[in-house]
């Protein structure tokens, strides 16, 4: 059964870099059958898809945040990790790494259960 | 982007009660759409993907239809854990994008 874990610091200063890790255990994220995905949602907010890596290392960004994200997998094969520059209070947010399926069709069907990383000096 | 609209943004309704949300598009695209179920305090989880396909070990009482621009996620018995906030998600074109949200609260 896939698990997935969000790690890293839960506060960071404005105009400083937000990073965070996704362990995943129970599939590799060298399987060629998924993406990696990192969403965010602010408190009492809806959702927001910030973007996603593929096992060759291929992203996809969420142009509103695409000149300040970076998704990399990790140097563990089970790992991936998120990077976004510059943040201010309205980065502030629960960040949720997730698995997408697109075997069938594009889907989000495993979930870290979230981290919050709050922006303020 | 697409933009996703979901209605009502909440509403109330007993134990028993079928419940049904609607989700809009803002652009047509077959049957790219997602239903999540979100608790408080708890990451989403999948209920239905590709708009009527119920993932395995979700209740039969949930089912999603639609296709296009317009959608609808139906509970048809509604269980004292079913409780929640509900997402549309669009799977056709990235950005992903969510509908705003539907909470189902206890009448």
């Known amino acids: 059964q896939v698990q997935l874990q969000e790690s890293g610091p839960g506060l960071v200063k404005p105009s400083q870099t937000l990073s965070l890790t996704c362990t995943v255990s129970g599939v590799s994220t060298s399987t060629g059958t998924y993406y990696w995905t990192w969403i965010r949602q602010p408190a009492g907010k809806g959702l927001e898809w910030i973007g996603r890596i593929y096992s060759s290392g291929d992203t996809n960004y969420n142009p509103s945040l695409e000149s300040r994200v970076t998704i990399s997998l990790g140097t563990s094969k089970n790992q991936f990790s998120l990077k976004l520059t510059s943040v201010t209070a309205a980065d502030t947010a629960i960040y949720y790494c997730?698995?997408?399926?697109?075997?069938?069709?594009?889907?989000?069907?495993?979930w870290g259960q979230g981290t919050l990383v709050t922006v303020s000096s | 982007d697409i933009q996703m609209t979901q209605s009502p943004s909440s509403l109330s309704a007993s134990v028993g009660d079928r419940v049904t949300i609607t989700c809009r598009a803002s652009q047509s695209f077959s049957t790219y759409l997602n239903w999540y179920q979100q608790k408080p305090g708890k990451a989403p989880k999948l209920l239905i993907y590709?708009?009527?396909s119920l993932l395995s070990g979700v209740p039969s009482r949930f089912g999603g239809s639609g296709s296009g621009t317009d959608f609808t996620l139906t509970i048809s018995s509604l269980q004292p854990e079913d409780f929640a906030t509900y997402y549309c998600q669009q799977s056709y074109s990235t950005p992903w994008t969510f509908g705003q949200g539907t909470k189902v609260e206890l009448k």
């Open positions: 997730a698995r997408e399926d697109y075997l069938r069709a594009y889907y989000l069907d495993s």
């Open positions: 590709a708009a009527s």
